[in-house]
């Protein structure tokens, strides 16, 4: 089994990297092949709109854009990966731009005839709910303000997984990062720890 962690901060040492770090640590322990994916250190450029990705071939399960970067290679990972665990800051009371320019490239995975036109894509290789993906946000503010902070970061990481057809088995705000004390911090390190381990669980007992 396959999890591959997806960073969004372009923090590399930073507590939401610390935390995403956590939660592989807790999927590797659990029996999983885990990979993380520093998305600052990848070329992904912005999407242009074309919509050519969506509407080639329905055979193949990565539809083919025309940006030459990252993207192609990283679609093909995540597509033969059985679990996600998606890491992003709050910036803006959102995702990070990181995190949004990768999931707005994630439009291959769909296909839509153009006939079709006014409709949502359906998956090209649809997972049929035997994948899982987990969600970690970030914040300064406190846990309190999750529904603030927290939520439309969630909203937005997940936004594709339904019509993928990959169930989210956690999703964890650790809100007060700017001032969190060791110990707090080593709390929340291994909550995120734990939510590894569950998503191999889950993905297990979907099979």
């Known amino acids: 089994m396959l999890i591959l962690g997806f960073l969004g901060s372009p923090r590399l040492k930073g507590k939401c990297s ?8 807790g999927a590797a322990s659990s029996g999983a092949t885990i990979k993380k994916i520093e998305l600052v250190k990848k070329d992904i450029r912005h999407c242009m709109g074309c919509s050519k990705c969506i509407h080639d071939d329905p055979a ?27 890491a992003s800051p709050v ?27 006014a409709t949502i894509g359906a998956a ?3 997972a049929d709910f035997k994948k899982s993906a987990a969600m970690i946000v970030t914040g300064n503010c406190a846990d309190e303000y999750q529904e603030l902070m927290g939520d439309p970061c969630f909203e937005a990481m997940g936004s594709h997984l339904i019509i993928e057809q990959v169930m989210t088995t956690d999703k964890l705000y650790v809100g007060g990062v700017e001032n969190m004390t060791d110990e ?12 590894g381990a569950r998503l191999v669980e889950e993905i297990a007992r979907a099979h």
């Open 124 to 126: 090209r290789a649809p």
């Open 18 to 25: 610390r935390l995403l770090d956590s939660a592989l640590e």
């Open 91 to 117: 910036y803006d009371l959102c995702i990070t731009s990181l995190m949004k320019k990768f999931l707005e490239r994630k439009f291959p995975l769909t296909y839509r005839p153009k006939e079709a036109y």
């Open 60 to 86: 193949l399960k990565v539809g083919r854009c025309p940006i030459k970067d990252d993207m192609a290679s990283l679609l093909e990972e995540y597509i033969n990966a059985d679990g996600y665990i998606f």
């Open 184 to 195: 707090t911090f080593a709390e929340r390190l291994d909550t995120a720890h734990r939510m």
